[in-house]
């Protein structure tokens, strides 16, 4: 598994909707990319210019909705993730 440096966090994005609630089967140009996902590491937080660290405000477990196209598509382990900076993180899901 990744580790992220820094203020960077490794996400598990959420499957894309298939099918609408109607029942309609999507074809794959027409779903939409999910903008949430389940955290999975996150770095050790930000340093500061006066030399102290401010850790992350999200843990791994979180779900959490980010930015559309702030994140970095890395593979790990056979499985496609989300790379990103934690100020592109919008929210966490309770």
Not at 6 to 18: A, T, Y
Not at 74 to 80: K, N, Q, R
Request: charged share 30%; aromatic share 2%; glycine share 8%.
């Amino acid at each position: 598994m990744l580790q992220p440096l820094r203020d960077r966090v490794l996400v598990r994005p959420s499957e894309e909707e298939k099918q609408t609630s109607g029942g309609i089967v999507l074809p794959d140009t027409a779903r939409k990319r999910p903008q949430e996902g389940e955290v999975l590491a996150v770095g050790a937080g930000r340093v500061l210019d006066t030399g102290l660290r401010v850790p992350p405000a999200v843990k791994v477990g979180d779900t959490v909705v980010y930015s559309k196209y702030a994140a970095m598509q890395v593979s790990s382990e056979g499985e496609d993730l989300l790379l990103l900076e934690e100020d592109a993180i919008l929210a966490v899901r309770d």
